[in-house]
């Protein structure tokens, strides 16, 4: 915010309304790109319908933010030479994510801003790998290289490569699996390098559901709390220094992971346990070496087809999609929409609509609470917690110093936070840089502060994201 | 089965790769380097087109990577129609220049650069600095011995003004305590041969957070945070960006500092393995320098694209994990 021109601060949740006003006003001020609307798209006169309600003083309403921020905002974008949309998991942690996407999307069809050097869209990754998980074939629906395993022809390659039929349907994502868990449908579980005791939002209902579980596996580098519910746990290497491999950043940019040490005694790299339990499960896999499987990964996966190792180590790692071993990788994607005649299918403009926060705010939980990281601070601590950060300070329920004075609170006193699911004790932490109303905190330190007990598990239907952003929170001061 | 007709089949992919645009590049230029005739790329600094021919400049204050702000003067040459010696890293070549890299006036130069600071720094961690002064016979010895150190902070509370020449029978030194103020990294300022490349990375050239500057002026000149705070109450992210950049150890390790302290530190038993950082989705390059099995210190190259070398704290002093509790003696 500090280095920014335009700073629009706005109410969680209403990233819709701001978005569809943004467009709308685009569209009113005849600033869209109709040559790429045109011959790229579908759907433009819907859009337009859809967005017609959002005008920058209903918009100014839902978001908060001032209509002429708003206007500022639409013509900048619409008029700048390159343009370009970063998001994170601000956007993607609502019960509507793919809605929020949705919504960015249309801004950069509406303008041309994709799919050419210095336009685009951005979803930046909040973890060294999450993107090739995703790659891999770690979503409930894909197999690796993003190929559908309800698409026939996909799926037998696999068939063929394996020797065994790969199910036809699509799997659960990991809100569907707590929700199958509650039916009883799910009853064993094997979870590698998670804490989802400590992420999951809702924390006392994940706990319950882990607890009731016919058996859980945890492979891990620790015991986490969720390890020590397990029944069995597989002591894990660390795979960034400890064993071979690759890792996908977020430019898709695959890259070559190292050995630099030594693992601790007991403890073995992921590959070597997935293969000695394959072998105890009557398949013999060979010996596990992860260039070997690297190589499986290209013969299977066209857009990783061109990336030998030797190339990764050659170029500084290569961005998927890369074809061939000629292949330099894509710097940017969806070029083709520029050539014309266009190349491929047309991509289609998806209306979507504003749809305020679950855990609305009333008399009883007037404050918002959101959660995200700290610079020096990672997700449940399980690695930051080692090291001696003089930047760390703990938990802490930051507040506006609006509401501060508001509510009679002062820099460091310990004050109950309590939601419609739980209730925690945090010292409080006066932030300039929050709007009144607004209140955040950090799932860092769930072993002192449980903040997960107050997120609400209302998840997105299409991508399983929980609403960890929007918290409904009052502030239950002690001894008074 | 619900048709997912947006992603459900990749699109085809562009008939060629996306690239970033050209940029159009200056005409050539011809130029007379060591008597010798050569056509240089247009824009480029002296440095750079003498490289590019196998002619080496010295440097001490460049860096590809930062803004050449022109204070070592180690990396000057003679132009011919110019009063002074240049900075071959920032000035650039022009048509008809006629440049000498290693002319008696040049040499003479950087001898007495390298005596100046060598008489009055610690290069004890500095080995590039001792094969340029082989380079150039530099003999720091024949201003005398050193002065006494200053004490803790006394160099800090100097004001500018006029100061009582000294006798010239010992060396003037910035030699003073070393600054220890947190777990990650120390500060010896009296290895500081004040090449600014610390202030350029906390600042403009990379991490934009301006925790220090110079302060104080003539030999009185420091590196600084605001007021002089120690690191936890300045505005330092503990990126380590200064410490990746600083050419001489002034800026160094905790770890390091307590092993070579310790006589523990061994650059001969160690091995470096570059692998992919473990925390956040840029997936900046660590280089892991390993003494007997235990990692002693991150950097990160700077010819790398992803961040050319910059690290955040996490990158940079976040690998302790990956050792048995207790044993972190820092």
Redesign the interface.
């Known amino acids: 915010m500090q ?1 920014a021109e335009l700073w629009a601060s706005l109410d969680v949740g209403s990233d819709i309304a701001l978005a569809n006003a943004i467009g709308r006003e685009i569209i009113a001020a005849g600033l869209e790109h109709r040559e790429f609307i045109e011959n790229a798209t579908t759907g433009f006169d819907d859009y337009r319908r859809g967005v017609e309600p959002y005008t920058l003083a209903y918009a100014e309403r839902e978001t908060g933010v001032p209509a002429d921020v708003i206007r500022t905002m639409a013509h900048e974008y619409a008029r700048a030479p390159r343009a370009m949309i970063c998001w994170t998991l601000g956007i993607t942690e609502h019960h509507n994510a793919v809605d929020n996407v949705l919504a960015l999307v249309n801004l950069s069809l509406l303008t041309g801003h994709v ?1 050419r ?1 210095g336009s685009g869209l951005n979803p ?5 790998n ?2 090739g998980g995703g790659d891999m074939g770690a979503l409930p629906d894909r197999l690796p290289g ?1 190929q ?1 395993v ?2 026939d022809e996909f799926r037998s390659k696999f068939d063929r490569a394996w020797g065994v039929a790969v199910p036809p349907e699509r799997g659960w994502h990991l809100s569907q699996m707590f929700e199958a868990m509650e039916r009883g449908d799910l009853r064993a579980l094997y979870v590698i390098g998670e804490n989802p005791l400590q992420s999951e939002a809702d924390q006392n209902h994940a706990r319950h559901l882990l607890e009731g579980l016919d058996f859980l596996v945890a492979q891990d ?2 015991l986490t709390k969720t390890a020590e519910l397990a029944h069995v746990v597989l002591p894990a290497s ?5 064993s071979e491999g690759t ?5 898709r ?1 695959v ?8 693992a ?1 005694a007991g403890s073995r790299d992921d590959l070597t346990i997935l293969f000695d339990l394959a072998r105890r499960l009557g398949r013999n896999w060979g010996r596990p070496d992860a260039e070997t499987i690297w190589n499986e990964v290209r013969r299977l996966s066209p ?1 990783h087809a061109g990336m030998s190792y030797a190339r990764l180590e050659k170029h ?2 290569l961005q998927w ?1 890369c ?1 061939d071993e000629e ?6 994607l969806h ?2 929409l520029w ?1 014309r005649p266009l ?3 047309r ?2 403009f998806v209306p979507v609509e504003h749809d305020p926060p679950v855990d609305r705010l009333d008399a009883e939980f007037p404050l918002r609470l959101t959660t995200g990281r700290r ?2 601070e ?1 997700n449940t601590g ?10 760390r300070r703990g938990e802490s329920l930051d507040v506006s110093p609006e509401d501060a004075d508001r509510y009679g609170l002062s820099e460091g006193e310990v004050v109950r936070v309590r939601s419609r699911r739980g209730a925690v004790e945090v010292p409080v932490r006066l932030d300039e840089g929050l709007r009144p109303g607004l209140t955040f905190m950090t799932l860092h330190f769930p072993d002192d502060v449980a903040t997960n007990v107050l997120t609400i598990d209302a998840t997105d239907p299409k991508s399983g994201t929980a609403e960890f952003k929007a918290t409904a929170i009052r502030i239950e001061r002690l001894g008074v | 089965m619900k048709p997912e007709p947006i992603w459900f089949q990749p699109p085809p992919p562009p008939s060629r790769p996306p690239a970033a645009p050209g940029r159009p590049a200056a005409p050539p230029v011809e130029v007379v380097i060591d008597g010798q005739r050569a056509t240089v790329p247009g824009g480029s600094t002296i440095l750079d087109a003498c490289r590019a021919r196998g002619v080496d400049i010295p440097t001490l204050c460049f860096l590809p990577t930062l803004t050449p702000v022109n204070v070592c003067r180690v990396c000057v040459v003679e132009v011919t129609g110019s009063r002074v010696l240049v900075p071959a890293c920032s000035r650039r070549v022009e048509p008809g220049m006629t440049i000498s890299t290693e002319s008696e006036r040049v040499r003479v130069s950087r001898r007495m650069v390298l005596e100046l600071l060598a008489s009055s720094v610690d290069l004890s961690t500095a080995p590039g600095l001792h094969d340029m002064m082989t380079r150039y016979g530099a003999q720091p010895e024949r201003y005398g011995p050193a002065a006494v150190p200053a004490a803790a902070g006394a160099r800090d509370r100097r004001e500018p003004g006029h100061h009582q020449a000294p006798d010239g029978a010992r060396a003037e030194t910035v030699a003073q305590p070393v600054k220890v103020d947190n777990d990650l990294y120390i500060r010896d300022y009296s290895k500081c041969v004040l090449c600014y490349k610390c202030v350029e990375a906390c600042g403009v050239d990379a991490q934009n957070t301006f925790a220090i500057a110079v302060a104080g002026r003539g030999f009185d000149a420091r590196i600084s945070t605001e007021a002089d705070v120690p690191l936890p109450d300045s505005a330092c992210v503990y990126c380590g960006n200064c410490i990746g950049v600083c050419p001489t150890g002034a800026l160094m390790f905790k770890r390091e500092h307590d092993m070579r302290a310790a006589g523990t530190w061994d650059e001969s038993k160690q091995r470096t393995t570059d692998t992919i950082c473990p925390y956040c989705g840029v997936g900046c390059t660590l280089s892991l320098h390993v003494q007997d099995n235990r990692i002693v210190k991150v950097t990160s190259p700077a010819d790398v694209s992803v961040t050319g070398g910059h690290l955040c704290i996490k990158g940079r002093f976040g690998f302790t994990f990956v050792e048995p509790p207790g044993k972190d003696s820092d």
Not at chain 1, 124 to 128: D, F, K, M, V
Not at chain 1, 238 to 242: G, I
Not at chain 1, 382 to 391: E, T
């Open positions: 280095w799919g050097y930046l990754r909040g973890q060294n999450v993107q993003f559908h309800e698409n580098l620790f660390a795979a960034w220094c400890e890792v996908t950043n977020s430019e940019r890259q070559r992971v190292r050995k630099a040490i030594e601790p857009m500084g790692g999609p074809y292949h330099p990788g894509e710097l940017f070029s083709r050539e190349r491929g299918p991509v289609a610079l020096d990672y399980v690695q930051s917690s080692a090291y001696h950060s003089p930047l």
